[in-house]
């Protein structure tokens, strides 16, 4: 039978190119994001490439949308057996000193990017998961940062938010072990996607530095030595959820290098 993939945040960068990447690799895929004219733009590249696709409206802050979302596609996703994979990929990303975390505002950018980054996620796997368990497979992967695995300067909210999909994901692989559904992580360093160009701008804003400087600087920053791509990223996905292992955590650190936390013949690049 066809997977069904439900890819949040595909509307651009990453999550576009994951959708893109699975509906290649024949599953039927669910498109998903605040922005639905986004996302039917990505929903229909994947239809011009003869795939089966859907663009909905799912703010992964908002649990009522996640019904919504389904809901038009009920009989079809009953027909399918449901969501067979789970990508949690739409995220937030906002820079501010540790100390100052929205008196200017007044909104508490430590709440904010753990509602996007963490309890997102976390809640659209409590709406899937349970689905996946009866039926004895399913696949979940959670798209998180290098932010989950260490700290940055400036950063501490969208760091602490990583963290805990880091640290909530591992548990969570623990107890799913032998039950026929995985979860995994992908933990890329910076990315060449629309939200690192939102770091460029903020940081020539604050610096003045020329644009391509402060990229040439970002993808030194990677252990690699460049930015990762976001084809990079889909075609992790693609192989975690086609695949069969489970509780693995993949860092990608640029110029298409990755470091598994479990080793495996398949996954070393060198």
Known sequence: MQPVALVTGAGRGSGAAIALRLARAGAAVVCAARSLESVHDTADAIKAEGGLAWAVHLDVTDPATYDDAVAELEPELERRGGVWWLVNNAGIAETAPFLRHGRETGVDIYEKHLRTNFHGPRRLIERFAPAMLERGHGRIVNVASSAGLR??????????????????????????????VTMNLVCPHYVDSPMTDGTVGRIVKKTGRDPAEV???LAKENPGGSLVSCEEIADVVARLAGGDRNGMLVELVGGRGLIPDQEAEQWRTA
């Open 215 to 217: 990229r040439a600087f």
């Open 151 to 180: 700290g940055y300067p400036y950063a501490a909210a969208y760091v602490a938010s990583k963290h805990a999909l880091v640290g909530y994901t591992r548990c969570a692989a623990a107890e799913l072990e032998g039950k026929g």
